[in-house]
């Protein structure tokens, strides 16, 4: 098994075809077709967290970040950083810093977003990680990350809204125009 450098140096190298993301989840690269529904999703989310903070917030999409565990390099469809966020070393965004994580559903990487990456976010202590799935019209949010583990876990279908205002984001977030695929 290659190194974390050697990963990452691989990883920096690759061509990722226009219209794919690619991660890194386990020591393992994933790469994932991006589509409208996904991409409609991930908007409506930026939009509102826009909204709430303004268009200078530290907010990202497909943006690497590493999180804790064995070669994690995860690319968030969205995460918001906390106002005072700093890269680092490298240029890259710091997970210490994130404050929010959102995750819309491919199929062949769902398994990644409901399992490793959960468990990843949670350990890095990330407050709040929010899944969307088209393919379920369903969102999940996850909050309160202690010992590896979420405590809270919020199912709720599209069309309903999302009260995240006793969290870190501080907003209410509504479903009702999540595209379902």
Not at 45 to 69: K, N, Q, Y
Not at 108 to 124: E, L, V
Not at 159 to 164: E, K, S, T, V, Y
Request: contains cysteine; glycine residues 8%; proline residues 5%.
């Amino acid at each position: 098994m290659a190194s974390s450098s050697e990963l990452d140096d691989m990883f920096e190298q690759m061509h990722i075809p226009e219209g794919y993301k690619a991660e890194i989840v386990k020591g393992a690269v994933f790469m994932a077709r991006q589509r409208d529904v996904h991409w409609q999703t991930t908007r409506r989310i930026v939009r509102a967290l826009e909204d709430r903070f303004g268009l200078d917030a530290p907010i990202t999409s497909d943006v690497r970040i590493d999180f804790p565990g064995e070669l994690n390099g995860f690319a968030p469809d969205v995460a918001k950083f906390i106002d005072s966020a700093e890269k680092d070393e490298r240029g890259r965004w710091r997970y210490q810093d994130v404050e929010f994580v959102a995750e819309v559903i491919s199929k062949g990487t769902a398994a990644n977003d409901y399992g490793a990456k959960r468990i990843a976010y949670a350990t890095a202590g990330i407050p709040v990680y929010l899944i969307a799935d088209p393919y379920t019209g369903r969102c999940r949010v996850f909050t309160r990350p202690q010992d590896g583990e979420y405590k809270i876990d919020l199912n709720a279908a599209y069309g309903m809204p999302l009260d995240l205002t006793r969290t870190d984001v501080g907003i209410t977030l509504a479903t009702e125009g999540f595209p379902r695929d």
